[in-house]
């Protein structure tokens, strides 16, 4: 798998090659010349980074970067599903000033980013270490599946919750969720078959930062990882989906309220109180409150016995999952919108600086995604593209003006009154 040391994005650099049609072994630096007969030939190979090539992973994940920032700003949507952790939101005025005749469970609330997933605080289980077995299935020579298989006792897993720990060293970005060909867990096995080309192992992806670039021989299974580590990402049901919190320090708040109340907070001297979220309308993220509080294990359980104090509260704070499309056209098996990837893979090529080759793998989709629509021949527009089209917030290149095409039309399906 690509990735990069330095930027994080949400859209996956093996994704950005899958969509850009670029072959995953030159854009993963491994080449299966050794092994394979007829390997194709004449596809550049990526470097790590900038000074040893202008195909570079690098500097493709800052303009990654840069594409979903600038769609962010224009939808006001996030790209791709992301954890927000204790955002605040104030306490309506008029709830502080009719204090006594309002409960706090009756206000609304927004949340500020809209496209609500889910609410509530999320957590990462370790599920064990897998073994991985390449082989080779088509015959030709390069082990190109990877089968990786766990014992566990868990059941009923989200496969989109599961994550391979490719990078251990936490050093690198961009580690998004393996490509499944196939998963299942049937009597306490897990097994995942993916591709090889993910699997590289982090010295040889350092390769790419020697200054005589070369690339990985994918001949040799010792270049990849023998095992890895599974972990699984799910809403932790002892973490509060939001609390109530007092900012008050002062002593006498603190024997009226907090003696009273130590059932309710986990820690007195935090002055805060959980609720669990009532859920209005996830596309715009309303939602209402209801009381909770901490049972003696330390988890969160409905209702709240104790007695509300006479000050109003300072804020809230939520904690969810915002992001993508639940309601796309056209989605992936976890719910992320293929058309908003493809328009931020779109932007990222056409925003590139680099004039590309004319290798063979290479030549058709970037280069025209870079071309200027306004270009001049002898004084004369080469393009005749409309100035409506033309008159965009992101540039002239055709792949900036077919992602701002794109993105007014994924504005009828986003969340975004």
Aim: charged share 25%; net charge negative.
């Amino acid at each position: 798998m690509a990735y990069s040391f330095r930027t994080k994005t949400s859209l996956c650099l093996d994704r950005w090659a899958e969509i850009m049609s670029i072959n995953p072994l030159a854009f993963n630096n491994i080449d299966i010349g050794n092994c394979v007969e007829d390997a194709i030939n004449g596809c550049k190979m990526w470097a790590q980074d900038t000074y040893q090539d202008e195909f570079n992973i690098e500097t493709l994940a800052t303009y990654i970067q840069l594409a979903e920032q600038k769609i962010e700003s224009y939808l006001g949507v996030k790209v791709a599903p992301t954890a927000i952790c204790h955002e605040q939101i104030e306490i309506p005025y008029y709830y502080r000033r009719e204090l006594g005749k309002l409960d706090l469970q009756q206000l609304k609330f927004q949340t500020a980013y809209k496209e609500v997933r889910k609410f509530g605080q999320e957590k990462r289980k370790f599920l064990g270490e897998a073994t991985i077995v390449y082989t080779d299935e088509d015959g030709d020579g390069f082990k190109e599946i990877a089968t990786l298989t766990l014992t566990t006792d868990e059941v009923d897993l989200d496969y989109c919750g599961i994550e391979v720990d490719i990078c251990p060293t936490a050093r690198c970005n961009n580690i998004c969720p393996v490509i499944n060909i196939d998963l299942n867990v049937l009597e306490g096995i897990l097994t995942i078959k993916s591709y090889t080309w993910l699997f590289r192992k982090e010295e040889n992806i350092k390769i790419g930062f020697s200054k005589l670039h070369r690339s990985i021989d994918g001949c040799d299974t010792d270049n990849f990882l023998d095992c890895v580590g599974v972990y699984y990402r799910s809403i932790d049901p002892c973490k509060p989906q939001a609390e109530i919190v007092w900012n008050r320090t002062d002593k006498c708040f603190n024997d009226i309220f907090w003696t009273s109340a130590s059932s309710c907070g986990k820690n007195c001297d935090t002055f805060r109180l959980p609720a669990c979220v009532k859920i209005l309308d996830k596309c715009r993220g309303i939602f209402q409150l209801e009381y909770q509080r901490y049972d003696e294990t330390g988890c969160l359980v409905s209702g709240c016995t104790c007695n509300l104090p006479c000050f109003p509260p300072d804020y809230i704070e939520v904690n969810y999952v915002s992001g993508c499309k639940s309601n796309c056209t056209s989605c992936n098996n976890c719910g992320v919108c293929d058309q908003l990837e493809r328009t931020i893979a779109i932007l990222a090529a056409a925003m590139l600086p680099q004039s590309f080759c004319n290798c063979s793998c290479l030549q058709t989709q970037l280069q025209y995604y870079q071309t200027n629509a306004t270009a001049k021949a002898n004084g004369i527009l080469t393009y005749g593209v409309p100035f409506e089209i033309l008159n965009n917030p992101f540039g002239q290149r055709f792949g900036e003006i077919e992602a701002f095409q794109n993105l007014k039309v994924l504005e009828e399906y986003l969340c975004n009154s």
